[in-house]
């Protein structure tokens, strides 16, 4: 009666005492669901399946899901999809950072608990892709990974849009007064008119590139845009590799290791990715047990050139590098820098994906190594005495005549003081200056939202002036563009540094020298310590998982992930 293979619904089965008994209730109520014995006796490919109301970007799944399906089925073996929590950037509270590590522990357990033999993860908008890349690296069951794809890009009046850094463009000239309300109006009516993610080198396209990169997507699949036919061949193609994962036994523990880790970072420095990739690849890696010093990005970033011409820091969309010849086209111009011995998950290296033919490469959008946009890589770390464990600035989306400069620093000590003063006719700001922005990391009541991106003061923007030195604790939404200084660790919240900055200190800023230096002697920054109070959220008065956050997150050098979901060390 007993089917004792470990594997399909045999796998992992309910504990009732009695193995037989527990197969036999398992099959009986599956077979609820009409699935004959045959289809139940098959190999089951789980699918992480992440469709939500609360998320724009992934409103075509019902359709990739049957690709998917159609991929497993015509490989021999049995499609299952379950769902798992789904983040829909712009409709989570106080950030969707908060709850990548949740919805990464929920896909680990449910590809651990539930019986599957390998596991498609559909993801796409930011959060999901590290979420569910990181759930699979524990569970280290085969998975294979297939993304949202991106919008397509819409129109007004003459020009394109495409969100989300039209967006920020075009609330830049709302604020100063160059557009009226029913314009801005209309342009909210018309920057996200597809399913997909944001149409531009995002976060959520950069974690799509990345996750190629590094082989645990099929090769050429990041960039097809999420309602081109091609996307449902990808979701197909994706359901059979995962099938063929299952005989080839290939996990992911053999696909990312420090060598594809490494690759990743290049194509991120490539790119000009978005800056919250850093820390979602510092979290991957950290569960594969690979540690991602932010020496080594700029180590990397040294020897790796910028070659991708993409909003934001360029001026083509999504659609256009999928044309251009998309990842494909950059890996082969960065070959003689990439580990090609790494296994994918098509079980090829990505040395033989490199070596079949390929078409030819619009150089408007994709340059070669021999005339790149940039020689040095789109995003560097600086460290000093401001940021001692470092922080982010994304060179290739700055103005870079404000790399080597001292400023005057004007601060606000949360995000409230901001929005309170920030428009205020009274502040006492110039160009010049340097806009600080404290408590908005990782352990502060803001949870480290994409606030870097601080709003020029109304009465500079209304003057002309579109950058300034920007610098804080939080993140910055990958569409977003500016002189920003980033993720500086350790936050505020924990006691940093950048708690200590008052108005009128005076920092440096050196690109060159990779620094941020706060130019104040030890004896008054003694001073200020005995008065500083965290503004740390007090655990105490929580619960639930806003306790368990709270208490375990981890700065933004060691990718915000938590302690405790890093591989146990025996021995
Ligand atoms: Fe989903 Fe931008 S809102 S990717």
Known sequence: MSDKKDHGLAKGLTNYGDRDFSLYLRRSFASSMGYSKEFLSKKIVGIAYTPSGFNNCHRHFPEMLEAVKRGVLAAGALPVEFPTISLGEVFLNPTSLKFRNLMSMDTEEMIR???????????????????????AV????PAVQIVAGPMMTSRHGEGRLGACTDCRRYWGKYRAGEIDTEEINKVEMRLATTAGTCAVMGTAS?????????????????????VHADRLRAAEASGAAAVQLIESSIRPSHVITRESVENALRVLLALGGSTNAIVHLTAIAGRA??????????????????LVNLKPVGSHYM??????????????????????????????????????PFEAVDRNVIASAQAPLEPKGGLVALFGSLAPRGA???????????????????????????????????????????????????????GMPEAGYLPIPRKLSSQGVKDMVRISDARMSGTAFGTIVLHVAPEAAQAGPLALVRTGDRIRLSVE??????L????????????????????????????????????????????????????
């Open 520 to 571: 104040v002697d030890e004896e008054e920054l003694d001073r200020r310590r005995e008065t500083y109070t965290s503004s740390a959220r007090d655990v105490a008065g929580l619960r639930g998982y806003d306790k368990l956050y709270a208490e375990q997150v981890l700065q933004a050098d060691e990718g915000c992930d938590f302690e405790f979901m890093k591989p146990v060390k025996i021995g």
């Open 392 to 446: 982010i600035l994304k060179r290739s989306a700055a103005d870079s005549s404000l790399f080597e400069k001292e400023g005057r620093a004007v601060v606000f000590n949360s995000l409230e003081d901001l929005a309170t003063r920030i428009d205020d006719p009274d502040l006492d700001v110039s160009a010049d200056d340097f806009l600080v922005l404290q408590n908005a990391g990782p352990t502060s009541p803001s």
């Open 319 to 356: 659609e256009d590098f999928f044309y251009a010849g998309g990842l494909g086209a950059v890996l082969r111009e960065l070959k003689p820098l990439l580990n090609l011995d790494c296994i994918t998950v098509t079980g090829d290296t990505l040395g033989e994906r490199l070596e079949g």
């Open 113 to 135: 608990a539930q019986p599957m033999d390998a596991v498609v993860l559909m993801g796409g908008c930011d959060k999901t892709v590290p979420a569910q890349l990181m759930g």
């Open 206 to 226: 950069t974690m799509a590139c990345i996750a190629e990169a590094m082989g645990m997507s099929l090769p050429g699949t990041a960039a097809i845009p999420a």
């Open 138 to 141: 524990s569970a280290d069951l």
């Open 513 to 518: 020298q990779k620094s941020i230096d706060l």
């Open 289 to 306: 047990g690979i540690n991602i010093p932010l020496s080594w990005l700029n180590e990397l970033s040294e020897t790796t050139p910028v």
